[in-house]
């Protein structure tokens, strides 16, 4: 209790520098790492070297850490309830597969079942491609809940980050950049704490960045079939920038377009890539004509048209976004919205909404990384260096064209920034002053203090005080663990499981209601415990009390706060 209130007293306003808690815990945690790091450096980097080279033992390892440091803190951020339109739309994505079907039928009454990113005709389905769908429903299936395949998901990644690098850089930078993607992408992200996705565009692009170099150096079919996955997993996932993760193969390949021998050998690997590619083109082209009746006509092509949402690729914001947005989307819609209405030329508004995103990519990078990423400049001599740059700035290009931005829409990748931040530090590692490595000191301090940032809040969302923690939630950056319940879904859920049997929700939205929506259902709307209905008034009400006589009642008011859950009354 002593410790406690002696760590109250840190806080700025009551103490002489202005320090905050936050402050002196990070710094205490960096000095430790630092007084380790001098007398234990030979006994870590002898460890650390022989475990770089067990590819296997690393990948396995890799995998199963942001899964076990998750699962730690689920006594207080327990597994993360759905929220947002796009985890709802998954969800129902999820509970279709796992029914063995790729599209459900409409629904007899579809008109109480309206929401977002849902059809209800030609059939009752998620907008969204497969991808992340088969993810969340093999969680379900295996462990019975479909979150386990979002925590899955962040494991390959993380996992295949270490097999990627070590096609581009020495086992022992390999595993730093593993462990760099575990602590950037692992528990505290908003790819583990979702389920709208991220983590499987990202694995796909580790599989195409890491089998490309492999596949020019030895020409094997297996890196073919490899690449040929990573690029059917990415059309599964994020269809639209599959066109930008091609022309970035394709850019790859330009020098050997030049040699008639190495282009013959690759052409020799082209079966294998286009049979390991193929499933995915044929599920496609499936749910095309399961969801929409046509093959060529895409869930997300459809959605445009009957409901104009998501929307459509324009040179001006959407001025209703149909999606609850975090502080920083927010800011982007105000900078964009305020570029649109200064600037009608197109070009104009493109490159000013290019310009309001740059903020965004600190998701992709701790802190700390910032100060050596310029000397990733001194890579550019190799012609490989310089493609990692252009397909970054391909994918931010292609990205642009949307009228909003979110971290997932680049996800495949993620495991290039991993790969620009640790050419950076193996460069600056490198730079020596005679008699003192400089560099390889200034290289080790950077990692230590990565580690340090991600220790510190991790620590404080595993043991902080709750007074602390509340404190301090508000000055962490990007990361989007899930805290409390700020929309009452979990009390209105928990309310209604205090009831034995079937239950009917009526949901009346008051007249000021934005896009915070609560009608979704799973795949089998009859057969559900709980249906959720848009109440659209006493006489139409009646078909569905009709259709469902027998479940309890209630009438739910979101607008209310908290959420108001009441009887109904007919």
């Known amino acids: ?63 199963a850490l942001p899964v076990a440091l998750r699962l730690l803190l689920l006594p207080r951020n327990p597994v993360p309830t759905p929220n947002v339109a796009d985890d709802f739309s998954y969800l129902l994505l999820a509970s279709t597969l796992s029914h063995l079907r790729l599209a459900n039928p409409s629904h007899p009454l579809h008109q109480f079942f309206e929401t977002f990113f849902v059809f209800q005709q030609p059939s009752y389905s998620s907008l969204f491609p497969l991808g992340q769908g088969i993810v969340l429903a093999i969680g379900r299936t295996l462990f019975g809940h479909p979150w386990a395949g979002v925590a899955l998901s962040i494991a390959a990644f993380c996992s295949l980050t270490y097999w990627m690098l070590r096609a581009w850089t020495t086992p022992g930078w390999s595993l730093v950049g593993g462990m760099l993607a575990v602590m950037e992408f692992g528990p505290l992200n908003q790819w583990m704490n979702s389920y709208w996705g991220g983590a499987v565009s ?73 049979l390991a590619l193929l499933p995915a083109v044929a599920l496609t082209l499936l749910q095309n004509r399961a969801v929409t009746g ?51 030329d197109a070009v104009t508004s493109y490159f000013e909404r290019l310009g309001s995103r740059i903020r965004f990519y600190r998701f992709f990078f701790l802190a700390a990384l910032y100060f050596v990423l310029p000397a990733y400049l001194f890579g550019l001599r190799e012609f490989r260096f310089v493609w990692v740059l252009l397909s970054v700035l391909l994918f931010s290009l292609g990205a642009n064209f949307y009228p909003y931005f979110y ?16 050419i950076a530090l193996e460069h600056l590692s490198q730079w020596n002053i005679p008699r003192w490595l400089a560099g390889a000191e200034a290289a080790r301090a950077i990692v230590f203090l990565c580690f340090a940032h991600f220790i510190f809040w991790y620590g404080v969302h595993l043991a902080a005080p709750d007074d602390v923690q509340a404190a301090m939630i508000r000055y962490e950056t990007w990361d989007a663990i899930n805290q409390d319940d700020p929309e009452g879904r979990v009390a209105v859920n928990r309310e209604i499981a205090r009831f034995r049997g079937k239950h009917l929700v009526f949901v009346r939205y008051w007249p000021p209601h934005t896009f915070k929506e609560w009608v979704y259902n799973p795949a089998d709307i009859d057969g559900s415990r709980i249906v959720w209905a848009r109440d659209l008034g006493s006489a139409e009400n009646e078909k569905l009390l009709r259709y469902y006589p027998d479940r309890t009642v209630w009438l739910l008011e979101p607008d209310f706060r908290p959420p108001r859950l009441t009887p109904y009354q007919r």
């Open 294 to 344: 046509s093959w060529t006509t895409s869930p997300y092509g459809l959605s445009q048209y009957q409901y104009g949402v998501p929307a459509a690729f324009t040179t001006q914001p959407n001025p209703a976004p149909h999606r609850e947005l975090t502080r920083e989307q927010e800011l982007d819609y105000e900078v964009q919205s305020q570029a649109h209405g200064e600037h009608t």
């Open 407 to 422: 971290p997932h829409y680049i996800a495949a990748v993620a495991c290039l920034f991993v790969l620009i931040g640790v």
């Open 202 to 274: 990202a694995t796909a692009g580790c599989l195409v960045f890491g089998s490309l170099p492999r596949l020019r150096q030895y020409g094997h079919r297996r890196d073919a079939a490899l690449l040929g996955l990573g690029l059917g997993m990415h059309l599964l996932a994020r269809p639209y920038e599959s066109i930008f993760l091609v022309l970035s193969a394709i850019l790859f390949f330009l020098p050997v377009a030049l040699n008639r021998i190495e282009l013959r050998r690759m052409g020799q690997t082209a079966p294998a890539l286009v």
């Open 1 to 63: 209790m002593y410790f406690f209130h002696l760590l109250r007293s840190f806080r700025p306003a009551q103490n002489p520098i202005g320090f905050g808690a936050s402050d002196f815990i990070e710094l205490t945690i960096a000095a430790i790492l630092v007084f380790l790091a001098i007398y234990w450096r030979a006994w870590i980097s002898l460890h650390a070297r022989r475990l770089a080279k067990k590819t296997g033992w690393c990948m396995l390892a890799l995998a």
